[in-house]
């Protein structure tokens, strides 16, 4: 469950945006190799979120993909897929570049979101 490790950097900053005030959703956008689970990730948020200003918020999760360039036919293309193959000669030979973010995008606190949040520290 490393996403318990991710949620966890996105505490503070969570906390600190709130400012007190009630937090109903967060959208987060996370790159496709980090590989989450949306499942996994609402239980660890739910997890870290638990006694803070976003405890019982819902969580919207935005998967960007990553880029893949084949080293066989030299395509480049996007994946959401963490174990990425070449989509067009499926080839296990590829570069994969992006699709490692993890932005918190926006908050919506009572019916109004708050945009432009900024990034968590990245643990590594
Ligand atoms: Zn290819």
């Known amino acids: 469950m490393h996403e318990i490790g991710m949620c966890d950097g996105l505490r503070d900053l969570i906390d600190q945006k709130a400012a007190g005030r009630r937090i109903t959703s967060v959208r987060l956008r996370v790159g496709a190799r980090h590989a989450v689970v949306n499942e996994g990730f609402d239980q660890a948020f739910a997890l870290v979120a638990d006694g803070t200003a976003a405890q019982g918020a819902v969580l919207d999760l935005v998967v960007t993909p990553a880029t893949v360039a084949c080293h066989v036919c030299g395509r ?48 590594r």
């Open 76 to 123: 480049k293309s996007e994946s959401t897929d963490a174990l990425a193959v070449c989509p067009r000669c499926h080839a296990a030979d590829v570069e994969v570049t992006g699709g490692d973010e993890l932005v918190l995008e926006s908050l919506r606190f009572g019916l109004s979101w708050e945009e432009g949040t900024g990034v968590p520290g990245r643990p």
